[in-house]
């Protein structure tokens, strides 16, 4: 790469766009069994998911060969520390993408994305118990990458691994929700907005609990009041968020804008395992709804990524 400071200040939270790209892939497999026609859309999702993080792994391991600093800097920053884990879990959802296809493949994605996030979710919180000079502003729901998205492991670890490993997993994505979400409207409520670069971040809000009942009713097997209260909160979620659209429509493009499309690919794949726990047509059709919601958004999403990239602006969280 010739243009060296555009090397040195590639982010880690380029990673969001693999999960994004994976969720809308999961979703139109939903979507795909729904109309009964091939798999040849999500396949191709899937493909470019592959090639966009072999990219941003490569260009980010040049990174850390050339601008060790840089990355150090990245990894002791309150906000940068915890998009580290979007690698991980681009390997977790790839795992969950390639199940239909190929349960070999899925199962050494699933082996290193979660290996690799139980580390670095082992390593973020020691950071955040030994750390010098954090403090409540720095906390955004970008904080529950690390932690809760251990939730996430379940998915496709319910086929891959005793169901006592994806119960770990669950456990301490579950707890960790509860906790962080009750400092995040702490800070919201009694100190200083969210900086405008991390108001997309809200959006995350919404996939703890839609991967949360996910995993639940693989784990359980059955749709019980628990997990309609994960589904029905993350239902109230969504209707929360419209209400912010206006503000969140007035900021300015940042890559912490990919944080829209995972979350809502998630109550997408959420409503989808609904309607078949219940066979009610309303939540087929909320299906429907929230899969063109996420269509219009990762495009929308892609273009404007491209955009800034090929104007050598990119986009970073900070």
Known sequence: MK???RLANFPVSFFSVVMGICGL??????????????DVVS??????????????????????????????????????????????????????TFLPLSSRTS????????ALHLVLTLIVLSRWVQHEGFDISHMSPAWFIPVVGNILVPIAGVVHAPHEISWFFFSVGIVFWIVLQTLFF??????????????????????????????????????????????????????????QLRALARTRFFLSWWAY???????TIAS????????????????????????????????????HVARRQIPAEK
């Open 261 to 267: 499309s995972f979350p809502v690919a998630a109550l």
């Open 107 to 114: 199962l050494v994605f699933w082996i290193v994305g979660a």
């Open 3 to 5: 243009d060296s400071p």
């Open 43 to 96: 396949t191709v999702l899937l493909a470019i998911a592959l090639l966009v993080f072999f990219v941003l792994t490569v260009t980010y391991a040049l990174k850390l060969l050339r601008y060790r600093a840089q990355c150090a800097i990245e990894f002791n920053d309150p906000v940068g520390l915890s998009f580290f884990p979007t690698f991980s879990i681009s390997l977790l959802l790839i795992s969950v």
């Open 272 to 307: 989808v395992l609904m309607y078949h726990e219940t066979e009610l047509l309303f939540f087929k059709v909320l299906s429907y709804f929230f899969f063109a919601v996420l269509v219009v958004i990762v495009c929308l999403l892609s273009v404007l990524t491209i955009r």
């Open 186 to 243: 702490y800070r919201i409520f009694f100190h200083s907005p969210l900086p405008e670069m991390l108001l997309p971040t809200f959006f995350i809000l919404l996939a703890p609990p839609s991967v949360g009942f996910i995993a639940y009713v693989k784990l359980s097997g059955v749709l019980d009041n628990f997990a309609k209260i994960l589904y029905y909160f993350a239902l109230f979620v969504f209707l929360f968020l419209l209400v």
């Open 25 to 38: 892939a999961i979703a139109t497999q939903k979507i795909e069994e729904f109309l009964n026609i091939g």
